[in-house]
């Protein structure tokens, strides 16, 4: 059964500096997502990581994975007010069938 | 626009009663998820279904019933066997492809009277 840790769980972090927020998963996962929530909304995807070695950047955020470590890492490089939400990481166990199983997400506060 | 709706945004339940929770997409995707999410939590999945007239179980999936009959459509209701349904639910869906994500509809905020 893929279990997903993420950390930390909370990060409160000023605006221009960088921080990286880790994911682990406890077996083989085909694929790796990134989400973003804002409070009271639903889920935005950010990502979708296939391979080991995979990076994607989008604007400020950058993920990469690494599937012999069972690790991913969303990395904020400047930090601005706008980043602050609940991020979240996803595996998938069931090949073909894309059941993700959850971390329980990192709550980012930015702080001017 | 192409999307994921779900009605209604916020729902009601007293004890005893069921409830049914829509969730409508518009993408043309085979797959259709149901997600639950209390406060504080990550997303714990419900039920699934790949393709119209089949679905099967999640992780969570007691107390909870879903059809699918349609392609667009894959209602959820919670039962009154679900004792603690106080929560907020997704509904995603996704296209075929490797590249493919789920894509989430607003979400339903369900309470307990």
């Known amino acids: 059964e893929l279990k997903v840790e993420q950390n930390p769980l909370f990060l409160s972090m000023q605006e221009g500096k960088n921080y990286t927020i880790y994911c682990n998963y406890s077996?083989?996962?085909?694929?790796l997502y990134w989400y973003r929530q804002d409070p009271g909304k639903s889920l935005e995807s950010l990502f979708v990581?296939?391979?080991?070695?995979a990076v994607k950047q989008e604007g400020r955020l950058m993920a990469s994975l690494d599937t012999k470590a069972r690790l991913s890492t969303l990395h904020i490089t400047a930090a601005v007010h706008d980043l602050s939400a609940t991020y979240f990481c996803?595996?998938?166990?069931?090949?073909?069938?894309?059941?993700?199983?959850f971390g329980t997400g990192t709550r980012l506060t930015i702080i001017p | 626009d192409g999307g994921i709706t779900q009605s209604p945004k916020y729902l009601f339940r007293k004890e005893g009663q069921n409830v049914t929770l829509s969730c409508e997409q518009n993408?043309?995707?085979?797959?259709m998820y149901w997600y639950r999410q209390d406060p504080g939590q990550g997303l714990r999945l419900i039920y699934y279904?790949?393709?119209?007239?089949?679905?099967q179980k999640g992780d969570i999936a007691e107390g909870y019933s879903v059809s699918r009959e349609k392609k667009e459509s894959f209602p959820l209701t919670v039962t009154s066997a679900q004792k603690n349904p106080t929560a907020f639910y997704l509904c995603?869906?996704?296209?075929?492809?490797?590249?493919?994500?789920?894509?989430f509809g607003p979400g339903t905020r369900l309470l307990v009277l």
């Open positions: 077996t083989t996962s085909d694929r």
């Open positions: 993408l043309n995707h085979d797959a």
């Open positions: 995603a869906s996704r296209g075929r492809g490797s590249q493919e994500t789920q894509y």
């Open positions: 990581l296939l391979s080991n070695g």
């Open positions: 279904s790949q393709i119209v007239n089949d679905f």
């Open positions: 996803a595996g998938s166990s069931n090949f073909g069938n894309e059941k993700l199983t």
